[in-house]
């Protein structure tokens, strides 16, 4: 039984698949490092009051979007179609990537979301992160974090991503979970993303 164990362990890990989709489990380890990330990189949760303040001062930016971005989920409000800095460049940077290897686009689902919103959407919701301080609050309220939509995703492009992701993870530069209740990819991207080559 051990060495069948043994072997599974190892087809996996070589084949790149069920490894990747367990590395990207959801759990209580993972919320709390994407808030103990975001204390480290001082960043802020936003209530609604603080948006056009951020997005004034080019702390939060558009979602990219057009030519080299990603396609936007029409049910995203335009006033939450916002990121930090090196979020986006980690969406173009998975845009360009997708595109070369896939030939499709992704599509972002959500993005930053505030204090009220995500206590709005945990009524709605019981999935949802909380919005209230503490190593279960949602990482979305800094700003760094996205969902990209993988409903429509082939199994050939779900294995891609997975890896993708886990290649990220592995090298520090984000906290990416696969969710399970809802449809998508939800990424963390840390600040230091923006100074990779």
Request: proline fraction near 4%; avoid cysteine.
């Amino acid at each position: 039984m051990k060495s069948l164990v043994v072997f599974l362990a190892t087809l996996t890990f070589l084949t790149g698949t069920v490894s990747a989709a367990v590395s990207l489990r959801g759990s209580p380890e993972s919320m709390a490092k994407q808030n103990e990330q975001a204390d480290k990189e001082k960043l802020s949760r936003l209530w609604e009051k603080d948006l056009e303040n951020f997005k004034k001062k080019k702390l939060l930016v558009p979602i990219p979007d057009g030519k080299r971005g990603v396609i936007v989920d029409d049910r995203l409000q335009e006033k939450y179609s916002w990121v930090r800095p090196w979020t986006s460049r980690f969406l173009v940077d998975f845009r360009g990537d997708f595109e070369k290897n896939l030939n499709d686009v992704p599509q972002v689902n959500s993005a930053v979301r505030t204090v009220e919103y995500q206590r709005k959407l945990r009524k709605e919701n019981k999935n949802a992160a909380s919005a209230e301080p503490g190593p279960r609050q949602s990482s979305h309220l800094t700003g760094s974090t996205v969902d990209i939509g993988k409903k429509d995703m082939s199994p050939r492009q779900l294995k891609w991503v997975r890896n993708y992701l886990l290649a990220l993870k592995k090298r520090g530069l984000i906290e990416a979970i696969e969710e399970k209740h809802q449809a998508v990819f939800h990424i963390m991207v840390f600040k230091k993303y923006k100074k990779i080559k």
